[in-house]
């Protein structure tokens, strides 16, 4: 269902922002994203001078290789367009991520490593949703070793996406078509 009718206006600024995720061969996951960000109108940029309409400001990426439990082993940055000649300094910092795992606390412990003066607003940004990209690349990897472990422990955990958003919620006709022995009262490991 689209939104309503916008009131009469004129686009001003565009980010578009693109994620994937990929298998590797090494049984590795990558996770890649790329950010850019235009002007509809000309502008002058203290660095740069005259910025015509449509180029980029700002044109970033960024990779985080990922283990199937979420652990990342690499994280590579690049920018190429940035508003100033410095920005593309913070690129290489982003690598001390490597050793963290998404999960809860991912995006304080990403804030600790290059938050701040130490990283870039915009690649910063960008990895909350890489996190989720992640979830949702390694899902079918995932889904399997639990049922595998359930398989060989007779014990079934209760998922930890339980109580996350609203399709989610205990009560909810999801959980139950989903998850019915959570419904039905019989126990799970927490």
Same mark, same amino acid.
């Given at each position: 269902?689209?939104?309503? !009718?916008?009131? $009469?206006?004129? #686009?001003?600024?565009?980010?578009?922002?693109?994620?994937?995720?990929? @298998? /590797?061969?090494? +049984? *590795?996951?990558?996770?890649?994203?790329?950010?850019?960000?235009?002007?509809?109108?000309?502008?002058?940029?203290?660095?740069?001078?005259?910025?015509?309409?449509?180029?980029?400001?700002?044109?970033?990426?960024?990779?985080?290789?990922?283990?199937?439990?979420?652990?990342?082993?690499?994280?590579? !940055?690049?920018? $190429?367009?940035? #508003?100033?000649?410095?920005?593309?300094?913070?690129?290489?910092?982003? @690598? /001390?991520?490597? +050793? *963290?795992?998404?999960?809860?606390?991912?995006?304080?412990?990403?804030?600790?490593?290059?938050?701040?003066?130490?990283?870039?607003?915009?690649?910063?940004?960008?990895?909350?949703?890489?996190?989720?990209?992640?979830?949702?690349?390694?899902?079918?990897?995932?889904?399997?070793?639990?049922?595998?472990?359930?398989?060989?422990?007779?014990?079934?955990?209760?998922?930890?996406?339980?109580?996350?958003?609203? @399709?989610?919620?205990?009560?909810?006709?999801?959980?139950?078509?989903?998850?019915?022995?959570?419904?039905?009262?019989?126990?799970?490991?927490?």
């Amino acid at each position: 269902m689209p939104l309503s !009718a916008p009131a $009469d206006r004129q #686009p001003m600024h565009r980010r578009v922002i693109d994620m994937q995720g990929y @298998a /590797r061969a090494d +049984g *590795l996951f990558d996770i890649e994203a790329s950010l850019l960000d235009t002007k509809s109108y000309g502008f002058e940029n203290e660095e740069k001078g005259w910025l015509a309409p449509g180029t980029p400001l700002h044109g970033m990426w960024i990779r985080l290789t990922v283990d199937d439990d979420l652990l990342i082993h690499a994280c590579e !940055a690049s920018s $190429d367009h940035t #508003p100033y000649a410095i920005c593309p300094q913070a690129a290489p910092n982003f @690598a /001390r991520l490597a +050793g *963290l795992r998404i999960g809860p606390g991912f995006n304080k412990a990403v804030q600790e490593r290059v938050g701040g003066t130490l990283g870039c607003t915009h690649l910063r940004e960008m990895l909350a949703q890489m996190a989720t990209v992640a979830y949702q690349t390694l899902y079918p990897v995932r889904r399997q070793k639990e049922l595998e472990r359930e398989a060989a422990t007779g014990v079934r955990e209760k998922p930890k996406i339980i109580g996350t958003c609203l @399709a989610y919620h205990p009560d909810s006709p999801v959980v139950a078509m989903r998850w019915p022995w959570l419904v039905e009262g019989q126990t799970a490991a927490e």
